[in-house]
């Protein structure tokens, strides 16, 4: 069973799951659909802009790689380095007498800002 937050505005279809927010790149008739054929998952990303297309095309051809397996490079490396990310800021709060609050982060964000 796939839940998706309601506010995304996702739809569970047989088996995919359509993005109909437009959340692409603010990009608004964008969408992206994911299935499973077989063991892997398919991702089906519509409406992508016709310059980012030329740069993954342009991109692979530099790496002698398929565009897809571009794409799913980036993928990849963007989570990972997200995780990182991540990692590193659950050690430095761990290391803390204690954590901080949710309105304790906000009031920090706010500072300096109009």
């Known amino acids: 069973m796939v839940s998706w937050p309601a506010s995304t505005g996702a739809q569970f279809t047989g088996g995919s799951i359509v993005n109909t927010a437009g959340l692409l790149g603010g990009c608004p008739d964008a969408s992206i659909a994911l299935a499973w054929e077989g063991v892997m998952p398919t991702l089906t990303i519509r409406n992508v802009p016709t310059k980012v297309v030329q740069s993954l095309k342009a991109l692979a051809r530099r790496r002698n790689h ?13 989570l990972v380095e997200r995780r990182s990310v991540l990692d590193q800021i659950e050690a430095g709060w761990a290391r803390q007498a204690r954590r901080p609050t949710a309105r304790e982060i906000d009031s920090w964000m706010d500072v300096g800002r109009p």
């Open 66 to 78: 398929s565009m897809e397996q571009e794409v799913r490079e980036l993928l990849q490396g963007y």
